[in-house]
């Protein structure tokens, strides 16, 4: 996945990023900005029978979100330090 999004102009801000939403936390396999610069979550499946946890199919990553929280813990680094707002990211899957 990461891979894919370099490819495309994109640049990875952080990987395995905890986001704090109105319905939980989730752990973001990538938040990266495309070409546009527009900041999208990315999600990894590998496999035929990958598919999404209770957890993200309640947060619409099948629909493709969109994601509304707030960045917590260390994981997004100096990019995404803990506090940072996350605003109507969308979720492209990533199918391996």
């Known amino acids: 996945m990461l891979a894919d999004i370099t490819a495309e102009g994109g640049t990875v801000l952080g990987t395995h990023v905890s986001i704090d939403t109105s319905q ?8 990266y900005t495309d070409a546009s610069g527009d ?3 990315g999600e990894a499946k590998n496999g035929p029978s990958a598919g999404y946890r209770t957890n993200q199919l309640a947060h619409g990553y099948d629909q493709g979100g969109p994601i509304t929280g707030v ?7 100096s990019r995404l330090p803990a506090g940072t707002a996350i605003v ?4 492209r899957t990533f199918w391996y």
């Open 39 to 41: 900041l999208i979550i």
């Open 24 to 31: 939980g936390r989730i752990v973001a396999d990538a938040v």
């Open 88 to 91: 109507n990211a969308p979720v």
């Open 71 to 77: 960045v917590a813990g260390t994981k997004g680094g």
